[in-house]
């Protein structure tokens, strides 16, 4: 059984400016409720644009000192940064549970990917060293990345703590005064975020946060004093964030959902298939973007199928699985299961009125769900249910399989399940997706490597990590120079 989780009450929680806690001044507030006990756990602010403008101006007076600071020093805050979350993992786990639903254990993990990134941007001072060489007679061209100014991230509810950590370590390592508007769903691990880092050390105003919904988002696309601003969440609102932040001058890198496809053919091996394709599936209640949404079976693969099934019946509520995020959530995964149902779909395994476990039965409960004999046009194999809903569609030829997960809208991620190279190498070569995984369920690249998805699982150009991540946050200068032959006196000392 995972930690049991405590329901608690955090009360009216503000936006974090200049390094302290102050109230919206409109006080409008959102509700945060627990999805284990269907009670509220908090309130946040409603932010309106002009609460938004007063976070802006604090960080623009904060910005020169910042970016003058000396890379080296503001990678040491990293350093300080990286331990004082480490120390803390276990609070801040309970918390991302209590406000999410995910298990502890889950959170603890999302907490440790995070972190990797923070370890990488103690490295920029290395990543971003000058460039320099002599590019004609007498001339040398020197290259730096120069920080962007005041910019900004949005984020999904889904890892309150991992993806806010995909962005602030490299902006503001890189140099740049950081504003987050966390998911007004599930913000109070988020929050935390800024308690650490002004124990780490960072000056005020460099890091901000902007508690709210949509007024929130749209200040933040047309603010033109936000140079740039990184968003992850579902492709409708990443598009819009993208059209309108774009369409102001602004940078912008947008992440969008996903359907996942997993290629299984009859070579794979039997247990760890089953597992990889279960963890995946279900793994955070489905609710991650990196899920596998849809298995494609070639030819016949029904042992796999079978003990999935068996390992699936296994699975505990509450410890290999936590809730659904809210009430809605479950309601839309739950019609998806019915209408897949309606429409011919073979039940292998029905998480519908599942028994939930007995400290939360308030909760958002819904169990591992496997649908078989399902057709590639069908919604629940084309839409994003973002649930534990596992779509089974039979295929009979790799170029088949391959067909299909080509067809589909997204391209964060595709899998192949094979103990062949020469069937990984096609499916690799072949899948529309940003993120391949051989024989892995989950193919999140760890750092250097970079995250990020293909088509409409992404609007703007590079991924969110890595290299990559740390030039979306800057700028490039180059400064070509020449030196005439000196007549100063010292020259005759050589
Ligand atoms: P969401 O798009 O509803 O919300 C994301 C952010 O956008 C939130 O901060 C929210 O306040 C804001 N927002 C919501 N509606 C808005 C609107 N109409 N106008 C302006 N702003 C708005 O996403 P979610 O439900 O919080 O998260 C789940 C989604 O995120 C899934 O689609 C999932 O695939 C995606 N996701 C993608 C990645 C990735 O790396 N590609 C990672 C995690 C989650």
């Known amino acids: 059984m995972d930690k049991n989780i405590q329901f608690q009450n955090y009360g009216a929680r503000g936006n974090w400016v200049a390094n302290e806690w102050v109230p919206a001044k409109e006080g409008k507030t959102i509700s945060i409720i627990s999805p284990y006990f269907d009670k509220e756990i908090a309130t946040v602010p409603d932010s309106s644009a002009t609460d938004l403008d007063a976070i802006v101006d604090r960080a623009q007076v904060a910005f020169p000192g910042w970016a003058a600071t000396n890379i080296r020093d503001r990678a040491q805050i990293m350093f300080r940064f990286k331990t004082i979350m480490e120390n803390d993992i276990e609070n801040l786990a309970e918390l991302i549970a209590l406000d999410n639903g995910k298990t502890v254990a889950d959170a603890k993990g999302s907490i440790q990917r995070g972190i990797d990134v923070i370890e990488y941007a103690t490295t920029i001072p290395e990543v971003l060293k000058e460039e320099s060489s002599q590019v004609s007679a007498g001339i040398t061209c020197t290259m730096t990345h120069e920080p962007l100014g005041v910019v900004a991230g949005i984020t999904p509810f889904n890892f309150p703590v991992m993806v806010p950590l995909w962005m602030i370590p490299l902006a ?86 996903a359907k996942n496809h997993i290629i299984i053919v009859p070579d794979a091996d039997e247990n760890s298939t089953a597992k990889g394709l279960l963890a995946s599936s279900m793994g955070s209640a489905g609710q991650r973007c990196m899920a596998a949404s849809v298995a494609i079976g070639v030819a016949d693969i029904d ?95 790799i170029e088949t399989a391959l067909k299909i997960e080509n067809n589909n809208q997204y391209g964060n991620a595709a899998a192949v399940f094979t103990t062949s190279s020469q069937v990984a190498q096609t499916i690799a070569e072949n899948a529309s997706a940003g993120m391949i995984g051989v024989n892995i369920g989950v193919p999140v690249p760890r750092e250097p490597y970079s995250f990020g998805g293909w088509n409409e699982s992404k609007y703007g150009h590079g991924d969110i990590t890595g290299r990559s991540g740390v030039e979306f946050w800057t700028n490039l200068k180059k400064v070509t120079a020449r030196w005439p032959e000196s007549t100063d006196t010292w020259k005759k000392y050589f």
């Not at 929130?216 to 993208?242: L, N, P, Q």
């Open 172 to 257: 503001i390592t890189a140099g740049n005064c950081f504003i987050l508007k966390p998911s007004e769903q599930t913000p109070l691990a988020g929050l935390q975020i800024a308690e650490y880092l002004k124990e780490a050390g960072l000056p005020t105003g460099v890091f901000s946060v902007v508690n709210g919904s949509r007024e929130a988002v749209e200040g933040i696309c047309d603010h033109i004093d936000i140079r740039a601003v990184a968003f992850v969440g579902s492709s409708k609102v990443a598009k819009i964030v993208y059209t309108r932040s774009t369409a102001v001058g602004k940078r912008a890198l947008c992440l969008g959902g």
């Open 303 to 397: 042992p796999i199928i079978d003990q999935m099934i068996t390992e699936t019946k296994a699975f505990q509520l509450g410890a290999d699985m936590g809730t659904i995020v809210n009430k809605q959530a479950l309601d839309r995964i739950t019609i998806y299961i019915n209408e897949a149902v309606k429409m011919g779909a073979k039940l292998l395994v029905d998480g519908r009125n599942i028994t939930p476990p007995a400290e939360y039965q308030d909760g958002y409960w819904l169990g591992p769900t496997i649908l078989d004999g399902v057709d590639p046009d069908w919604p629940c194999a084309k839409e994003e249910i973002f649930g534990p809903v596992l779509s089974i569609i039979r295929a009979d030829t």
